[in-house]
Protein backbone atom coordinates (compact mmCIF):
# COMPACT_ATOMS: atom_id res chain seq x y z
CA UNK A 1 0.00 0.00 0.00
CA UNK A 2 2.77 2.27 1.02
CA UNK A 3 4.32 1.68 -2.25
CA UNK A 4 1.22 2.44 -4.63
CA UNK A 5 0.44 5.92 -2.71
CA UNK A 6 4.54 6.89 -2.86
CA UNK A 7 3.52 5.97 -6.73
CA UNK A 8 0.75 8.39 -6.75
CA UNK A 9 2.79 11.12 -5.18
CA UNK A 10 5.42 10.75 -7.48
CA UNK A 11 3.45 11.12 -10.84
CA UNK A 12 2.10 14.03 -9.60
CA UNK A 13 4.84 15.63 -9.32
CA UNK A 14 5.40 14.87 -13.42
CA UNK A 15 5.99 17.98 -15.92
CA UNK A 16 4.17 17.58 -18.85
CA UNK A 17 4.30 19.61 -22.12
CA UNK A 18 1.53 19.59 -24.66
CA UNK A 19 1.63 21.11 -27.91
CA UNK A 20 -0.88 24.13 -28.73
CA UNK A 21 -3.47 24.10 -31.22
CA UNK A 22 -4.72 25.44 -34.45
CA UNK A 23 -7.87 26.55 -33.06
CA UNK A 24 -7.93 29.59 -30.87
CA UNK A 25 -10.46 31.55 -29.38
CA UNK A 26 -10.48 35.04 -30.70
CA UNK A 27 -10.43 36.89 -27.17
CA UNK A 28 -7.14 36.83 -25.29
CA UNK A 29 -7.71 34.14 -22.56
CA UNK A 30 -4.57 31.98 -20.44
CA UNK A 31 -3.22 28.98 -22.39
CA UNK A 32 -4.88 26.36 -21.11
CA UNK A 33 -8.13 28.39 -22.49
CA UNK A 34 -6.89 29.59 -25.41
CA UNK A 35 -6.40 26.62 -27.45
CA UNK A 36 -10.03 24.77 -28.60
CA UNK A 37 -9.60 22.64 -30.84
CA UNK A 38 -10.33 18.26 -29.64
CA UNK A 39 -6.66 17.53 -29.91
CA UNK A 40 -5.53 19.89 -27.64
CA UNK A 41 -8.39 18.97 -25.00
CA UNK A 42 -7.53 15.47 -25.91
CA UNK A 43 -4.17 16.66 -24.35
CA UNK A 44 -5.33 18.71 -21.90
CA UNK A 45 -7.27 16.20 -20.71
CA UNK A 46 -4.85 13.49 -20.59
CA UNK A 47 -2.32 15.61 -18.86
CA UNK A 48 -4.23 16.80 -16.34
CA UNK A 49 -4.88 12.89 -15.10
CA UNK A 50 -1.15 12.45 -14.44
CA UNK A 51 0.04 15.52 -13.01
CA UNK A 52 -0.79 18.87 -11.58
CA UNK A 53 -2.31 21.81 -13.32
CA UNK A 54 0.75 23.56 -12.38
CA UNK A 55 3.17 21.05 -13.96
CA UNK A 56 1.80 21.19 -17.15
CA UNK A 57 3.14 23.66 -19.76
CA UNK A 58 2.12 24.46 -23.51
CA UNK A 59 4.72 24.51 -26.23
CA UNK A 60 3.75 27.57 -28.10
CA UNK A 61 5.32 27.74 -32.03
CA UNK A 62 4.09 31.83 -31.95
CA UNK A 63 5.79 32.52 -28.47
CA UNK A 64 8.99 30.25 -28.95
CA UNK A 65 8.95 28.88 -25.56
CA UNK A 66 6.25 27.24 -22.96
CA UNK A 67 3.58 28.73 -21.36
CA UNK A 68 1.85 27.51 -18.43
CA UNK A 69 -1.79 26.87 -18.16
CA UNK A 70 -3.09 29.97 -15.83
CA UNK A 71 -0.25 32.12 -17.15
CA UNK A 72 -1.24 35.60 -17.96
CA UNK A 73 -3.33 36.21 -21.28
CA UNK A 74 -2.13 34.59 -24.34
CA UNK A 75 -3.56 36.23 -27.72
CA UNK A 76 -4.30 35.41 -30.78
CA UNK A 77 -1.64 37.06 -33.23
CA UNK A 78 -3.26 37.63 -36.25
CA UNK A 79 -1.37 36.57 -39.72
CA UNK A 80 -1.08 39.10 -41.92
CA UNK A 81 -1.47 37.56 -46.05
CA UNK A 82 0.90 39.26 -48.82
Do not use: D, W
Amino acid sequence: MTEILHELSCAKNKIVIISCGKKKLTRPAAAGELYIGSYFITLLSYALTITLAKNVFVLSRRSSGTLRLENGRARQRERRHN
